[in-house]
């Protein structure tokens, strides 16, 4: 039954009835934290790629109106684990000033990318800003910021699938695994 899966996964880390049951009990939280809020003011900004899954099933779980909007990042290769610099490829539709905000990411590692665009929305006067992210990599954070909604805290391993990639491979896959190690570790 379902997709085999690739030779390239180590290990499942999270299966697909986990992640349903925490991005529903995430969707709960929200919905419960911004009752009462009107559909033109609250927008669910997607980070592109990696949270498009992530969003789009948290987004239809969510018993609050909402929009959806989406922002693209990307990093400088080489330099980005040693600097933080990240790079706006696309802005969302939206203009964010006097909205309630909240960044939807796939995954906190260093936190440079989390970082970047708290301060880019900040600058931007929304009414409120929070962040969610599906993972979190506790043992890789460089700097800290603040962070609302967290699915699950992992270890150290590179993971894929639920949106997640490794060299834009894997992102379909339904459940979260981590890659062996020979296939990143050049
Ligand atoms: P920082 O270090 O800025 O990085 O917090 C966040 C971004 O790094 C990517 N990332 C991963 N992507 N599997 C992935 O597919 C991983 O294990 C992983 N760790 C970090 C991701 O793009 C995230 O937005
Ligand atoms: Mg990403």
Redesign the pocket.
Do not use: N, Q
């Given at each position: 039954m379902g997709v085999p899966v690739p030779d390239s996964v180590d290990y499942i880390l999270l299966d697909e009835p986990t992640i349903q049951n925490r991005v529903q009990e995430m969707a709960d939280q929200i919905s419960a934290d911004y009752h009462g809020i009107r559909n033109e003011d609250f927008l669910l900004v997607g980070?592109l790629?990696?949270?498009f899954i992530y969003l789009a099933d948290l987004a239809r779980r969510l018993t609050v109106p909402h929009r959806v909007d989406f922002i693209a990042?990307s990093?400088y290769a080489d330099k980005?684990?040693a600097t933080?610099a990240?790079r706006l490829i696309m802005d969302t539709r939206a203009d964010v000033a006097g909205k309630h905000v909240l960044i939807v990411?796939?995954?906190?590692?260093?936190?440079?990318?989390?970082?970047?665009l708290y301060r880019l929305f900040e600058a931007r006067e929304p009414a409120s800003l929070r962040t969610a992210a599906l993972?979190s990599?506790p043992d890789?954070?460089?700097v800290e910021?603040p962070l609302h909604y967290l699915g699950f805290s992992?270890p150290d391993?590179?993971?894929?699938g639920y949106?997640?990639?490794?060299a834009d491979r894997?992102?379909t896959l339904p459940y979260i695994a981590a890659?062996k190690p020979r296939v990143y570790q050049k």
């Open positions: 980070v790629k990696g949270s990042l990093s980005a684990e933080g990240v990411e796939d995954i906190l590692d260093t936190g440079y990318t989390l970082r970047y993972l990599k890789r954070h460089k910021v992992i391993v590179w993971v894929v949106g997640l990639d490794y894997f992102r890659l």
